[in-house]
Structure formats: structure tokens, C-alpha cells
């Protein structure tokens, strides 16, 4: 139980490790931050994205201890420093999205419930704001508000999805769902060349996660596995339903980017328009993770999470009288309505990513 800094990503101060055991017998690797003032704002667990670690999100920690919010992070199942469940360790592996609701469940239950001060916010990105959405659905999340970065509503970056969910089904039938997708290796995706990336246009952090990924060796993994895109897809599928935003009631964020070639930002959009207590935002030319992008990006992140966020040390952010639907969602209509005029660059809409990644 470790966590490993480089020279450009050193570990915020005063860091807590805890190994977390699901209800199912794997070991997760979990940290814990506390702010420097005696009396911290709340507490942000950060839902990782697939093939993501802890070390991803130190500079991300740092400013949320800034903002005197404790911090909760962890390495879901099969990534990270957190168990495995094939004997390759850079394979990333699943065999349900049901399983990654028991390491939530273990983080709430051992670390959120009993270590750390409310209220609770979730901040998840990618994989895990998809997972906090159906867990919203499902009235389980642990959080008072979420904030989302690109959920992963729908892949962007494959033009025929109804083709290759049937083709991950015909091959986990027979029997190669511990095997990577076609095409796929071991090499971690914040690894390879900076030029073609779906992730940033910003180099400095692009190059300060690649120095981060190889210093964590098999803890970034590679591509997916038949099966992990196989539950991807048959998960996915819930969000299609247009009743299914309908009963999220947990106040929602999100932030989705105009460039972003890995989820779809057309879909996003749709979802949350039928989000009775959330909004969302798209922050145009931005590519995936948001979170890792250029600074003029990032800002505009941050001023969208301080006006949602209660306890934030922006203006616009007080406490509401009642946490209710409707309130929520002027809220987060309101908060940060001027950061709202782009829209999805037109390419990236279309399923061509091309033009993105020529930056």
C-alpha cells in the first residue's frame, strides 16, 4: 500500500492509506486528505475514470484541500494498486458493472462513513461519473451533490456501436472475455505520444501523467478486455432510456467537452436535459478529461464546481434553505450560465475525431 510521486507529481501533504476490502474479497487501494483548518468544508470522493489511478488526480487533491475540503481517493477493482482478477495485471478486466458498486459500497462504508466529515460531494469522471449516475438512479450514492466530468453516457470514438456491442458478445461467448479487445495491448493509454491524443491538448500535464503512469508500472493498465467492453456496453444501455434521467433527484453537475472523441457529448447533452435536479455544461475545445486540460479549461471547470458545490469559497456558492429538485436545478442552471454559449465542435458530434486530434 503505496502511493508514488515523481518529480513533477509530488504526493499532497499528509496523506492517509487505507487498503479497503469488498464484500466480495478484493483489496482496493483507498487514500485519505485532511485540510490544513480545523474545520473543513465537507469531503470529495473522486471516482476515477477507466485505466485512472491516484496519482492521476494529486494536482486535482491539492486544490481541493485549498478549497478546505477533506478528500477521499481510490483505485477501483483492476486498476491502480487495487486487486486484480486475471493474471495479467495490465488488462483491464471486469466481469460486471455490478462489481464496481461493491467497491463503492466498501469505500463508503470504510472510509466516507466513518473517517470523514460531511456533508459528502462526489466529483467522478468518465467510467466512474457513469457509475455514480446509476447509483444516483438507484438512491445509494453516498453523496449529498455530484459533480461529473464527459460521464461515459455513450462511446464517441467507435462509428458503429450497435456492430461491435454484438461483436464483444459473439466473442465473450466464446470464451475470450479475459482477452483484450482486437487490436488492444498492454501499453497504458497516457503512455503513448502526446500528438493523436484523445485526452488534453495541454503537454505539461499530458507529459506529468505519462511520467506518472510509468512510475507506477502495471498499475496503468492497458486497453480493456472483451469483457470489460462487453459490461461497458450492456451498462451503457440504460442511459438510453428517457425515463431514466427522469428519476435521478440527486443534484447533479455536468461537464462535458466540446472536443472530447472518447464519449459522446451529443448523448450527454440529451441525458441530462431530462435531469430533474442537474444541468449540464459544455466547455468548448475541450478533449476528455477536462481535469488534465489547459489552465484556460480548467478555470472554467472550477468556477462551474465552486458555484455548484455548497461550501466552496466562491460568492455565488451558499446553502441553499432546501435541497430540493427544483431549487437544485436553477441552481445549477444559474451557477454558470456565461460558461454555457459553446457548443459540440462539429466533427467530434459526427463521430470524426480527426480534426480533434489534430489538435
Not at 20 to 47: S, Y
Not at 50 to 62: L, S
Not at 195 to 206: E, F, H, I, S, V
Not at 225 to 240: C, E, G, Y
Request: hydrophobic share 45%; charged share 25%.
Amino acid at each position: 500500500m503505496q502511493l508514488v510521486p515523481t518529480p513533477n507529481n509530488p504526493i499532497p501533504a499528509e496523506p492517509n492509506l487505507v487498503g479497503v476490502r469488498t464484500k466480495d474479497g478484493l483489496n482496493l487501494r483507498a487514500a485519505w486528505w485532511m485540510p490544513a483548518t480545523a474545520k473543513p468544508r465537507g469531503t470529495v470522493c473522486i471516482l476515477q475514470g477507466r485505466a485512472e489511478f491516484v496519482e492521476k488526480y494529486f494536482e486535482v487533491i491539492g486544490e481541493l484541500l485549498e478549497r478546505d475540503f477533506a478528500v477521499v481517493a481510490f483505485d477501483w477493482r483492476g486498476q491502480g494498486l487495487s486487486d486484480r482478477q486475471v493474471r495479467n495485471p495490465r488488462k483491464g478486466y471486469v466481469r460486471s458493472f455490478a462489481d464496481y458498486r461493491h467497491d463503492l459500497e466498501a469505500v463508503r462504508d470504510q472510509v466516507l462513513l466513518p473517517l470523514m466529515p460531511e456533508p459528502h460531494f462526489g466529483l467522478a469522471h468518465s467510467m466512474g461519473g457513469a457509475i455514480a449516475l446509476s447509483a444516483a438512479h438507484e438512491s445509494w450514492l453516498p453523496f449529498r451533490r455530484l459533480v461529473t466530468t464527459t460521464p461515459m453516457i455513450a462511446l464517441g470514438m467507435i462509428r458503429t456501436l450497435r456492430t461491435a456491442a454484438v461483436l464483444m458478445r459473439i466473442l465473450r461467448w466464446l470464451g475470450l472475455g479475459k482477452a483484450f479487445v482486437p487490436g488492444g495491448g498492454e501499453t497504458s493509454i497516457s503512455t503513448m505520444p502526446f500528438k493523436g491524443n484523445r485526452l488534453t491538448g495541454d503537454p505539461a500535464r499530458y507529459a506529468r501523467n505519462a511520467e506518472a503512469a510509468t512510475a507506477l508500472g502495471a498499475g496503468a493498465i492497458g486497453a480493456p478486455t472483451v469483457a470489460w467492453l462487453d459490461s461497458a456496453f450492456r451498462f451503457m444501455k440504460r442511459f438510453t432510456d428517457p425515463a431514466y434521467a427522469l428519476r435521478i433527484r440527486l443534484p447533479t453537475l455536468i461537464l462535458a467537452a466540446g472536443a472530447d472523441p472518447v464519449c459522446a457529448t451529443p448523448a450527454t447533452e440529451r441525458f441530462a436535459s431530462r435531469l430533474k435536479a442537474g444541468h449540464a455544461i459544455v466547455i468548448p475545445g475541450a478533449r476528455h478529461e477536462i481535469l488534465m486540460e489547459r489552465d484556460s479549461i480548467r478555470e472554467q471547470f472550477w468556477a462551474a464546481f465552486d458555484a455548484f458545490v455548497p461550501g466552496s469559497p466562491n460568492p455565488l456558492a451558499e446553502e441553499p434553505a432546501a435541497d430540493d429538485a427544483e431549487g437544485d436545478e436553477a441552481e445549477a442552471a444559474s451557477a454558470a450560465e456565461e460558461l454555457d454559449g459553446g457548443r459540440v465542435d462539429a466533427p467530434v458530434a459526427g463521430r470524426d475525431d480527426a480534426p480533434a486530434l489534430s489538435g
